[in-house]
């Protein structure tokens, strides 16, 4: 089954508690209403039957009204108070005085029912015809002769048309007043999820590329605009990763476009001039090179794609990083050399941290790498590591070509590579700093870079050191 709409459940949630309300309310209405009636009736009845005592009078052993007829207010009362009227003798449960109307209704009382009502008098009723008669019951006691039973009543009728006429009133608005409940109920749900539907249209118009499109708030600042805003914050976070992924592409496409243009030019080369085997070998070797720079390359990528994907662990081990900067320096000692640069060092021994030997190692080889990519014939790079606080702080200073200030805040981004005319001189596709970065925010440190212009570059990490919980940057 189709489950119900929002609404329609809104709706009928209204409308079943203001139903149960009705009748809930009509319910105690009518009880109270009853009960007041009847309570009414029975006072009056006990007024009525205390002012006809006063004209009652014992006369030749048996009891009579007695009253001056020619006084209207005495006679209009007695008659009225004697429309259900009768004495009975107690003895013998003979009817002693019998009003007119109840003759004509014929209720007769048997000797016991008269012997039981002296005994006990209270209120009594019966069924006469269609109508009910409550009697008051009295007993009035003559000293010589007998006990006499008075029955002074009145008739149910008024008080059963009240409450009938009250029930069909309620039977009537209580289909009325749900019925409207329900309209209500349905303006007030269709007024409560407007905004939502508005949403849903609005949010069901943005495409992926449309990401920079947002959804309205109303400045209510409720539930609704709070979900709007939700949603709008992870639409500025899905726009960035779009727009991420889209330069990550073009960036692909180029970096693996231009070594693939040289190496089919390269083959056609080879192809159609026949070149002397020495020529073939050049080519051969030239190609091998382009090769190691597409393995590279694609490692990086996967490297980085594997870190995005959180599939890489980085282990934590403790790291002699004095030893580390150390042995790589003495490393890249030759690479120095063949390009006429100084390499110099000047590392606090012993300094240990928390992480991963491999991948710190990286994070060093691409600093000195580039420092010494980016630093012309007879330039210098001074590597210091000494101790800042609770961190290791390694830093790589060059005297090389320097970096643009408005490339520095990007140089940490995938395959940004400033100003790529003078990148083109030396090989790289922009994706080691990216990498360096990634790995020191693992190992919870920080990565700056500062430039001036043809002034040289300097790079600076900081690392935790091992053992000092709660470091700060
Ligand atoms: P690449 O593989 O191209 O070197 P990186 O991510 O390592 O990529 O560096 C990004 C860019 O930052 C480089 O292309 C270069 O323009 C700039 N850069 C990095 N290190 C230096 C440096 N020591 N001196 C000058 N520019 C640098």
Redesign the pocket.
Known sequence: MKPLSLRTQLTLVYTAIFGVLLVGLGGILYHTLATRLDRSLNEELDERAAALRGFLTLRDGTLQLVFNENDPEQAHFVHDATRFYQIFDVATGEVVVQSREIELLGVRLSPDEVRQLARDPDFSEIQAHNTRIRFHNAVIRDNSAADFLVQVGASLQPVEDALHQFLGTMLLLIPVGALLAALCGWWMARRAIRPVDVLARATREIEISGLHRRLPTRGAGDEIDRLSEAFNETLAKLQASVEQMKQFTAAISHELRTPLTALRGQAEVALFELPSPEEYRRILADQLEEFDKLTRMINHLLILARADAGEIQISHGSVNLSELVNSLVEQMEPVAVSENVELKIAAENDLVVEGDPDWLERVVL?LLD??V??TPASGRVVVSLGRENRFARLEVQ?T????PADSLPH?FDRF????PSR?RLVE???????LVKWIVEQHHGRVTAE?AMSGG?CFTVWIPLAGRSGNTL
């Open positions: 691409n580039n420092a990519k980016f060059d090389g070509i320097g970096i140089i940004y590579r400033a100003d990148s790289g596709a922009g994706l080691g700093l990216s430039s570059t």
